[in-house]
Structure formats: structure tokens, C-alpha cells
């Protein structure tokens, strides 16, 4: 059969979008990049490019016929991968290609890796089984020496099944990957999605390594596994700053060494500074293996401020936080970034834009990604890909859909843990799945106890780990630290603006729609002074927003999912990240706090055109804003309202200045609509737990004149608390005037 070959001609299937990597993308140098950055050796053959793919029913083997060529390693369903195509939990995908061992080779080990497959992988080599594996998001390797001719090709075949979130299956970590993409679930990646490559290593050698910073004591604590007999080596290991050698150690296979680092440079978002690694594996004959590595000088913990708040501090200091929620998707190449250069345009971005950290979201990205963002100080937290938990699983399988998550989740910890910018594992996100939440946490922490742990990311709070998380939409909120865990805020925000022409589909959604840039960033400008309110009262020490970009129907991020356009002036983002508010107006104070504001009101049907200016509203009851319950969260009660609907009218005066930019400050609980002069000016669904500002349809923002001007409102309440109150608002900054700027 023929080989598939890395420079054979091959073409992107047309996507619904396209970034500016799409067109660079060919089989000669789709991720030439070597995938291990903390554990490299000099000599390896990648194996990325064109390989033959069959779909086939799973009960079906390889038949030896293609469907077609494939460009590895893009998720079948992409673009990239030149298929795009649906792959079903009945079907199995087979991927095929040939491959020449050097002859420099011979008489070496020859591993073959695989960087992520997603989920359950077989693999042949010239016909003999290899290996399977089972994980979607952890880096495994087979052996494959015994499998291999003497010389010429060697036929690679490899099997995969995923079931994602099927009926067939589907119990297995997913993330957000859906065979009914829509909402905040994206479509799925099937198969190979990262490198594959190939490595030649003597018979004992390196397998792994595990480093630990000590800044306390100014020491590196390292292990060296050795894959193989051991009796008779040592290990070397040399710390360099700008190659030069600041230590050295020696000692044995699989047991840790500590170097003792002189006047220790520490890593931080400000100054990552990175040391350099060289591990060399010796037996009486000389060096047998050396890999190359770094390591950053870095500590992690929860304590008291000068305050006595609990914070999170960084190399013993307390670090405030600003981040963004990533979801690691992209148009073209789904879970795979186009290239090296698209990954580190995402995170070249948002440091450049003041944010300091990002939280990786159920998913898990290539070493690369991490080691970029060691190289440029990003903090990350790195969520563990969730998992379904049908409530009707018999016990069999609920402790093999519970024992698949555990195996993944340690080995995402194991595979990562020496990169410096993960600070934090979070297992479980809204109760995505979880389970055993106490126990998950104390395994993490045996694990690795460098680390903090953010139990479950929103909702469902088990009351242990490290931090106390909230999801506030939009927000922000905090929750209060307690004394042995501090308080973040895992995500807020999710303001909408779609751009024409950098959208997946027609129709795009975010928790908050806006109209234009100018609103957007005026709203984050705001969301983010009352952050760092919360910094100070009650003692927030971290706030994600939701997020780095769009992704498919969802555009809420700060760029387009092409990543073509951030959404909103860079200028004013990057101060208010900092902290710095200047520019921006204070948030208004609803006017019910000081005045009284008379409605006309009923809570009985009022009829056809209620919202009519010339209606009869004479029949009606007056009262003071607001109108709901007591106790109800952000609510400012004049006028108890417990029925399931209420209908309100008043007349409000409009002058020229705020007409130059008029918006609405409204708190409702739940469902409410908004008409000015007769015209829908706003609508939502649901409840909010504070007052904010949202924009006025320009359809009815053209009925707005001086004088009198007709505000109607309706608001359905259907279980908890209630409330709703609306008013006028005008804003004018250096936002507005500022947020067209690029």
C-alpha cells in the first residue's frame, strides 16, 4: 500500500470560518515544532502529515480500502484535517500510514508517542498489536523495537473509538465536546488531535521527570525515572542561568535529588524567569541518555494578608488575579491550534491586554502551550475535562465511568506538573459530574501537594481545597474567604458582541447582548472597577472572565473565534485590568436609594396594548420604585409585589444630555420586557442579583425625544425571590470616545 507522505498535495475542507493561520497549514509543516519542550532530545522523527483514514462501523476492521487522506494531527471533524466529517459512536475511525526508521537507528529502543488521541486507541505496527490506551487528553508511548523490520517501510496502523457523549457509551471525560453542538457545547473532536512522533532511546533510559521547586529553602527538588535495569548508573543533573552552570547533583534512578540554587531568581507573571536543565543518564561506560529541560523557582500558597484576609499568594505575596475563561477551541482545527504561531498569538494577546492568568477549561492542552505560557508568565488554573454522571447507571458502571475519570485526571496532573505557570488543578466545574468531591480533592493533594486545589469551580462547593469559587453572570461577585480558603470568582462576564464577517454561524448569543464596541467596553470597564471593589471588601483574590474568544454560537470573548478582532479598545482594557479607572464613569447608583419614583401598576392582565402610549392606565394603583419581596438578592423594596406578574407605566422626562447616550439600569427577577414610547426597547430572561446597565433596541432608541417619553414594563416571576425596577441612565467617557481605537 502506499505511504502517505508529509508533502503530498492536500487542501483545508471549507469551514464556516476560516483564522489567519488556515491558509499556512500544509502537510510539510503542520506542527513541526518538538512536542515535549520539557524533555527534549536531539534526535526524533515526526510523524504529522498526510495518512489514510477509513470510517467504519466499530465491529468492522481495517479493510486495507481508504476513505480518503487525512492531515495529522487535526481532529477528523475540522477543517484542517481536510475531512470535516461526523464521526458516530458506532463507528470506529482507522488512520494508516508508512513510515522508514534511519538505519542511525539501529540498535536503539524505538518508542513511538502519541501526544493525545481521543478516547480508546489500538495500534499495530507491520501487522502485531503494539498497545491500547484509554484517555482522550494524556500523552501515551508504546515501545514498538520488536515490531519493527530490519529495514524498509513499516506499516502503522491505528484504531480509534469515541463515543463523546453518545447513548453507546460517552461515561468517558469529554469537556464540551457534543454530537449536538449548540449553546456553550461545541462539536467534537474524534482521533488523533496531537502529535504523533517517534524517538530512538538505548535500552535503559529516561522516562520521565518530576521537578519541585523549593523557594523556602532555595532548592530543586528532582527525580529522574528511568525506564529499564538500573543497577550500575547514576543520574547528572546541571542547573544553568544563561549557560551557565549554577548547580549540579548527582545520585540515583527513581530517587529524588535536591540542588541547592545560590541567589535564587524567582518566577513570576512580571519576571518568568526560566533555568535551564540538563539531566544525563551515566553507567561506567560514559552517558548513555540526556534530555534537555528548565524548571521555574516559583511557590504557590494560601495565607493571611497584613489584613488577616486569606489570599493566594505567589512566591509568599499576595497576587490579585485577572483572567480569562479559555476554552482551547478554534474554527479551523477545533481542540488543535493551527500552528505554534496561533498559540502564542492567543497568549502574546491577552498579556499584552493586562491579564495575568487563564483558566484552561475542561480541556487539556499540548505540552507547547504550557511551555509557552512558562516562557511568557502566565498563570494558568487547568480544569479537569468533565464527565457524564446519568443519574441511571447501574453500580458497574458508575465505577467504571468513575474509575476512567480518576485515571485521567492523575494523569493530567502527572503529565503537567512541572510546568511553573499551572498554579491551581480544579477537578469539577457547576457540577459537571462530580462525584466523591473530598476524596478527589485529598488524592490531588497526595499527588501533588505544591499545587492548590479549587474543589468544584462554581455551585456545588464541597466545602474543602483551597479556595472558595463562585460563577456570577455578568457580575461580579464574591464570595467571603474563610480562614483556611480564599475567595475567587471562577467566572462572570460573558458579554456579547458579534462582529459581521468573523462569526461560526448567523445567529451568536452571550449572557449580555451589546450593540456595538463602544458598549462593551464601557460595560467591562465597569464589571471590572467593581472587581477590584471586591478585592478590597470582602477580600477577592481572583476573577475570570468569560472569555478569551468566541466559540462557535457563543460571542462573549474579548476577540472573534477567528481572531481577527479584539472586541474592545485595548487602551482602556489594559488599564482597567491594572486597576487603573480613570476614564471610567462610576457605576450609577439606582436613583430608588434617594428618591421616591412613583409607577402606575396592576398585577391583573391589563389587556391588549398596555404598553401603548394613549392607554388607559387610569384604573391602575401607584406605588414607589422598587417592586418585589423582601430579601430578595440586589433588591431595593418600596412596594411589596408577590404575584406571578406585574404591569408598570410611567412618564420620565428626558432632557439633551442624556439623550447624547441614554441606557437603562434595571433589576429584574425574573423574565421581563421593556418598552419606551410602545416600542420593545429591551427584553431577558431570567433573574439578575444586582442592578446593571444594558442598551436600548435602536429601534426604539429612535422614538426617544425631549420631554415626556412612555416607559412600560412587564416582569414574570415564576419561583424565589422577585423584584424589578427600571430607569433612565446616561454615560459619556473617555470609554466612548475611545473604545472605535485598535
Given at each position: 500500500m502506499q505511504s502517505c507522505v508529509r508533502g503530498e498535495e492536500w487542501h483545508a475542507a471549507p469551514g464556516p470560518l476560516k483564522t489567519r493561520w488556515t491558509d499556512s497549514v500544509s502537510p510539510t509543516n503542520d506542527h513541526p515544532e518538538y512536542p515535549r519542550p520539557q524533555m527534549q532530545r536531539s534526535v526524533w522523527q515526526n510523524l504529522n502529515g498526510l495518512w489514510e483514514y477509513a470510517i467504519l462501523p466499530k465491529e468492522a476492521a481495517w479493510s486495507g480500502t481508504a476513505d480518503g487522506r487525512i492531515l495529522v494531527p487535526f481532529p477528523i471533524e475540522s477543517a484542517l484535517s481536510g475531512v470535516m466529517r461526523s464521526v458516530l459512536p458506532s463507528e470506529h475511525v482507522w488512520y494508516h500510514r508508512t513510515f522508514e526508521v534511519p538505519s542511525s537507528w539501529h540498535g536503539k529502543r524505538v518508542l513511538l508517542h502519541f501526544g493525545a488521541v481521543d478516547w480508546e486507541t489500538n495500534v499495530w505496527v507491520n501487522g502485531k498489536k503494539v498497545g491500547t490506551h484509554r484517555g482522550g487528553y494524556d500523552p501515551f508511548t508504546f515501545d514498538i523495537t520488536d515490531a519493527l523490520k530490519s529495514s524498509g517501510p513499516q506499516d502503522l496502523l491505528v484504531s480509534v473509538y469515541d463515543p463523546t457523549d453518545g447513548e453507546e457509551g460517552g461515561l468517558q471525560p469529554h469537556g464540551k465536546q457534543t454530537l449536538h453542538p449548540g449553546g456553550i457545547m461545541y462539536t467534537p473532536t474524534t482521533g488523533i488531535w496531537q502529535t504523533v512522533w517517534l524517538e530512538p532511546v538505548p535500552s535503559t533510559y529516561i522516562s520521565d521527570l518530576k521537578i519541585v521547586p523549593d523557594i523556602d529553602r532555595a532548592q530543586l527538588h528532582l527525580t529522574v525515572f528511568?525506564?529499564?535495569?538500573t543497577?550500575?548508573?547514576?543520574?547528572?543533573?546541571?542547573?544553568?542561568?544563561?549557560?551557565?552552570?549554577?548547580a549540579r547533583g548527582v545520585g540515583a534512578p527513581n530517587t529524588e535529588l535536591t540542588l541547592s540554587i545560590p541567589d535564587e531568581k524567582l518566577w513570576s507573571p512580571d519576571e518568568p524567569f526560566l533555568y535551564g536543565l540538563t539531566v544525563t543518564l551515566r553507567n561506567a561506560d560514559g552517558a548513555v541518555d540526556t534530555v534537555k529541560s528548565y524548571f521555574g523557582m516559583r511557590k504557590i500558597s494560601i495565607g493571611p494578608d497584613e489584613k488577616g484576609?486569606?489570599?493566594?499568594?505567589?512566591?509568599?505575596?499576595?497576587?490579585?488575579?485577572?483572567?480569562?475563561?479559555?476554552q482551547g477551541f478554534w474554527p479551523d482545527g477545533l481542540y488543535t491550534a493551527p500552528s505554534e504561531a496561533a498559540m502564542r498569538y492567543d497568549l502574546e494577546t491577552i498579556k499584552r491586554l493586562g491579564f495575568n492568568l487563564l483558566r484552561k477549561h475542561v480541556k487539556v492542552e499540548p505540552e507547547v502551550w504550557y511551555s509557552l505560557c512558562d516562557h511568557l508568565g502566565i498563570l494558568v488554573w487547568q480544569d479537569m475535562p468533565s464527565a457524564s454522571r446519568p443519574a441511571n447507571l447501574d453500580s458497574e458502571m458508575l465505577a467504571q465511568r468513575d474509575q476512567e475519570f480518576e485515571n485521567e485526571?492523575?494523569?493530567?496532573?502527572?503529565?503537567?506538573?512541572?510546568?511553573?505557570?499551572?498554579?491551581?488543578w480544579v477537578p469539577f466545574n457547576e457540577g459537571w459530574g462530580q462525584f466523591d468531591t473530598p476524596q478527589i480533592v485529598s488524592m490531588i493533594k497526595k499527588l501533588d501537594p505544591s499545587r492548590l486545589v479549587d474543589n468544584a469551580s462554581g455551585w456545588t462547593d464541597a466545602g474543602v481545597g483551597?479556595?472558595?469559587?463562585?460563577?456570577?453572570?455578568?457580575?461580579?461577585?464574591?464570595p467571603k474567604p474563610e480562614p483556611h480558603r480564599a475567595a475567587v470568582l471562577g467566572e462572570f462576564g460573558g458579554l456579547g458582541f458579534a462582529i459581521k464577517g468573523h462569526t461560526w454561524s448567523q445567529k451568536s448569543w452571550g449572557y449580555q447582548g451589546l450593540p456595538?464596541?463602544?458598549?462593551?467596553?464601557?460595560?467591562?470597564a465597569q464589571l471590572l472597577q467593581k472587581v477590584w471593589q471586591l478585592r478590597e471588601n470582602p477580600g477577592l483574590c481572583a476573577a475570570v472572565y468569560t472569555q478569551l474568544s468566541d466559540v462557535e454560537t457563543e460571542c462573549n470573548g474579548i476577540m472573534t473565534y477567528d481572531r481577527a478582532e479584539i472586541k474592545m479598545n485595548p487602551k482602556i482594557m489594559t488599564e482597567v485590568?491594572?486597576?487603573?479607572?480613570?476614564?471610567?464613569?462610576?457605576?450609577?447608583?439606582?436613583?430608588?436609594?434617594?428618591?421616591?419614583?412613583?409607577?402606575r401598576y396592576t398585577t391583573k392582565s391589563p389587556g391588549e396594548g398596555w404598553f401603548l402610549p394613549g392607554f388607559?392606565?387610569?384604573?391602575?394603583?401607584?406605588?414607589?420604585?422598587?417592586?418585589?419581596?423582601?430579601?430578595?438578592?440586589?433588591?431595593?423594596?418600596h412596594t411589596e409585589w408577590n404575584t406571578d406578574d406585574i404591569w408598570l407605566r410611567r412618564t420620565v422626562d428626558l432632557n439633551a444630555d442624556l439623550l447624547k447616550h441614554p441606557l437603562l439600569l434595571i433589576h429584574h427577577d425574573e423574565d421581563v420586557q421593556v418598552y419606551i414610547n410602545g416600542v420593545l426597547a429591551f427584553e431577558e430572561p431570567g433573574f439578575l442579583t444586582e442592578y446593571e446597565v444594558v442598551p436600548i433596541r435602536p429601534e426604539a432608541l429612535k422614538t426617544l425625544h425631549p420631554g415626556p417619553n412612555l416607559l412600560a414594563v412587564h416582569c414574570h416571576q415564576t419561583t424565589g425571590g422577585q423584584y424589578v425596577d427600571v430607569e433612565f441612565v446616561g454615560e459619556a467617557s473617555e470609554v466612548e470616545k475611545t473604545a472605535h481605537a485598535k
Open positions: 528511568v525506564n529499564g535495569p543497577t550500575g548508573y547514576e543520574v547528572e543533573a546541571q542547573a544553568t542561568e544563561q549557560d551557565h552552570v549554577v484576609i486569606t489570599r493566594i499568594l505567589l512566591n509568599n505575596k499576595p497576587i490579585f488575579q485577572i483572567g480569562l475563561l479559555d485526571l492523575k494523569a493530567m496532573i502527572r503529565t503537567h506538573w512541572n510546568h511553573p505557570c499551572i498554579i491551581m483551597d479556595v472558595i469559587d463562585m460563577h456570577n453572570y455578568p457580575g461580579p461577585g464574591s456595538n464596541r463602544e458598549m462593551l467596553t464601557l460595560r467591562y485590568n491594572q486597576g487603573k479607572f480613570d476614564n471610567v464613569p462610576p457605576f450609577p447608583e439606582p436613583a430608588v436609594l434617594t428618591k421616591t419614583i412613583l409607577w388607559d392606565d387610569s384604573g391602575w394603583k401607584e406605588g414607589p420604585a422598587g417592586f418585589g419581596t423582601q430579601g430578595t438578592p440586589g433588591a431595593i423594596v
